[in-house]
């Protein structure tokens, strides 16, 4: 028994952790970059967005936030966040969803954060526009970043099973998605210029595995050219953080 509390105490420990060097990292960018401001396109229903959102209003930089969820916000995302929402005069659609945060993001010269997590940026379910000018969470998956979301949304104002969305825009899940990355950086078989069915690897994988290899190996062919420098805060490579 003492050894799971240890365990769970440390790991409440590595989260705070995290969360701390996320928001250090977002104020430390701001002021390197001579920028004044923080926009974020908030989605209600998603839990790296509201994540994102909570670690800018915690990083003491001025943030507005964007949604299309207007008839879904009450009075708890005030308590949540006590921050300003940017209404546009226009509604809101993918299309134009990137091109309407620059812009006011320009309006006071700031930036645009992201939101996507490492399943996401990783396997390249975005498209380039879409991505924001700096992405504070790409180094973390989803159930690490739901462990980060539980400890600052300690009111529970929200309930996170209803905006932890588990549903992929592809046909593959995200844990399927976790599991191509992870052989990724053991082999590099989804980015190798080699057919992944001439690998030595090939025959250790299930149907299901090959499927989801070949179709992200061709994936990531068909999509470099989007892939952008964005800058990430890469927690992963700092010891005592998210494991």
């Not at 923080?38 to 909570?54: F, G, H």
């Not at 592809?170 to 069915?197: C, M, V």
């Amino acid at each position: 028994m003492d050894g799971l509390i240890l365990e769970a105490t440390e790991m409440l420990i590595n989260v705070y952790k995290t969360i701390k060097k996320t928001v250090e990292w977002i104020r430390s960018y701001v002021k390197d970059h001579n920028k004044n401001s923080l926009v974020v396109k908030l989605e209600t229903d998603n839990i790296a967005s509201l994540t994102t959102a909570i670690l800018c209003f915690k990083s003491g930089v001025n943030t507005g936030f964007i949604t299309e969820d207007y008839n879904d916000l009450d009075s708890s995302f005030s308590d949540l966040f006590k921050a300003k929402i940017l209404i546009p005069n226009i509604e809101l659609d993918l299309e134009i969803g990137g091109a309407m945060l620059d812009n006011l993001a320009s309006m006071d010269n700031g930036i645009v954060v992201g939101w996507l997590s490492q399943e996401w940026y990783e396997a390249r379910l975005y498209k380039k526009w879409s991505t924001g000018d700096i992405l504070p969470l790409a180094n973390l998956n989803l159930l690490e970043i739901k462990q980060m979301f539980e400890m600052l949304n300690e009111n529970n104002i929200y309930n996170q099973e209803q905006i932890f969305n588990t549903e992929s825009p592809n046909e593959f899940t995200f844990e399927e998605i976790r599991w191509a990355l992870k052989e990724e950086n053991i082999t590099g078989i989804l980015s190798s210029n080699i057919d992944p069915t001439k690998t030595r690897d090939w025959g250790r994988f299930t149907s299901r595995q090959r499927k989801i290899i070949a179709k992200l190996n061709q994936s990531e062919k068909l999509t470099k050219h989007k892939q952008v420098n964005i800058p990430i805060c890469n927690l992963k490579q700092i010891p005592g953080l998210v494991r």
